[in-house]
C-alpha cells in the first residue's frame, strides 16, 4: 500500500554527516519501495554558538529527486507552531522523526504533538540515542517530553532499545541494525587511493574516521597507537574528520609519544566524494569509542570490505563478530595495541576481509524498511 511519509529530520542543505546521509538514502528506499515522502528539513539547525565545528551548510548541490523543505527552526516555538500545522493539514499516514539528542525534544516533540492533532497521522521515531553521550542533568525530562509524543519506534542497537524501554514500555518498538552506507561510490583499490590521497605506497595504514568527539577515543587510540611494540610493522595511523572538541590534548599526545612520522591528520570536513579513497586506503578501521550507540562508520566499512576494531561498549559489538570481522576489545588503550599487534603480526587481513563481504548481506535498506513496515502495523492495531 502506497503512503504518504513525511521524514522530519537533518537532509540538505546541511552537510552530509552521518544522520544527514542517512535520511537521504532512507528516503530513497522508501520511495523505491513505492511510498510518497517529503522531507522536512532545517532552516536552522544548530545556533552557530553551540556548533561546534567550522561550518553546518554543505557545498554540494541538492540531491536529485528528493522533495526536500526547508522549513524548521530549532529554537523557534513560533515555528513549530508554524510548521506542525502545515503537516497536520498534509494528512500524512506517517511522520518519521529522526531523534538523537534531547536538544531537540522541545523542537520535534511539539511538531509531533500537533501533527497527531489531526487523528490520523502516525508518528515514528527512528532513535539513535535515548542517553545522549555527553549528559546534562535536564535530559531524562527532554527526552521523556518527546518520546511521549510518538505512536512507535524504531532503534539501531540493542542497547538504545533497552534505554527506550524505561521511557515508552508499551510502544511498539523494534531494533533493526544501521543499514549500509553505499553512497560514497564503488571501492577503490588500493593502489588507487593511496596516490589520490598522496600517502607513501611502502606503509599500511589504519583508518579512524568522522567528526572527532572526546567520546570517540581518538586519545586511547593514540596512546595505544605509540606503543614501541607497533614500531616494527610499517604501519602510519590516518586521523581523518574534522575535530569538533579542542585539539590539542590530541596533538599534545602525538607530541608525547613521537607519533608525528606516524600519524597523518586530515583533520579538515571530508567531502563525500573523498570517503572511498579513505577506505580504499586502509587495512582496517579502528573506532576506540568510550561511550556508544551505533555508528554510521562501521557500515560505511561493511560496505567497502573493511575489518574492523571496535571498543566493547554500547551497541558497537552487536554487529562486529570478534575474531571473525574484527576485533571486540575492552575499552582502553592496552586492548587497543594488543590487537593492532595481532593483525598484523598474523596477517588477518584477507580472513577478516572475507568474512567482512558475507556478513554485510545482513544490513541492507530492505530491511529497514521492512521494520518501518512493521511498527507501522503494530501502531495501527493499537
Known sequence: MKRKIILLGTTWPFRSGGIATFNERLTRALIDGGDEVIIYTFSLQYPSFLFPGKTQLSDQPAPEGLDIRIKVNSINPFNWLTVGREIKR????????????????????????????NDYTKVMAIVDNVIPHETHFIDNALTRYFTNS?????????????????????????????????????????????????????????????????????????EAFGDKKLRQ???????????????????????????????????????????????????????????????????????????????????????IPHGKVGYVVSPGPEAITEAIFDFYSNDRNDFFTGNVISEKEKFSWGTMVETIDIVYDNINKI
Not at 540493542?158 to 518498538?173: G, I, Q, T, Y
Open 90 to 117: 498534509l494528512k500524512p499516514d506517517l511522520l518519521m522523526v529522526r531523534y538523537w539528542t534531547p536538544f531537540m525534544a522541545p523542537c520535534l516533540g511539539t511538531i509531533s504533538r500537533i501533527v497527531r492533532g
Open 150 to 222: 510518538c505512536n512507535g519506534f524504531i532503534t539501531m542497537s540493542r542497547a538504545v532499545l533497552n534505554d527506550l524501554k524505561k521511557f515508552r514500555p508499551l510502544s511498539p518498538m523494534v531494533y533493526t541494525p544501521h543499514p549500509l552506507y553505499d553512497i560514497f561510490g564503488n571501492i577503490v583499490p588500493r593502489e588507487q587511493a593511496i596516490k589520490q590521497l598522496n600517502l607513501d605506497p611502502d606503509y599500511r595504514y589504519l583508518l579512524f574516521f568522522g567528526f572527532i568527539r572526546d567520546y570517540k577515543g581518538l586519545d586511547w587510540l593514540l
Open 233 to 319: 610493522f610499517p604501519v602510519k595511523l590516518i586521523v581523518a574528520g574534522e575535530f569538533y572538541t579542542s585539539s590539542e590534548k590530541y596533538l599534545q599526545i602525538i607530541r608525547e609519544k613521537n607519533l608525528g612520522d606516524h600519524v597523518i591528520l586530515r583533520t579538515d570536513f571530508i567531502p563525500d566524494q573523498d570517503v572511498a579513497n579513505y577506505f580504499g586506503a586502509a587495512d582496517m578501521i579502528v573506532q576506540p569509542y568510550k561511550s556508544a550507540t551505533q555508528s554510521g562508520v562501521t557500515q560505511i566499512a561493511f560496505h567497502y570490505n573493511k575489518p574492523m576494531l571496535v571498543t566493547d561498549v554500547g551497541g558497537l559489538g552487536e554487529i
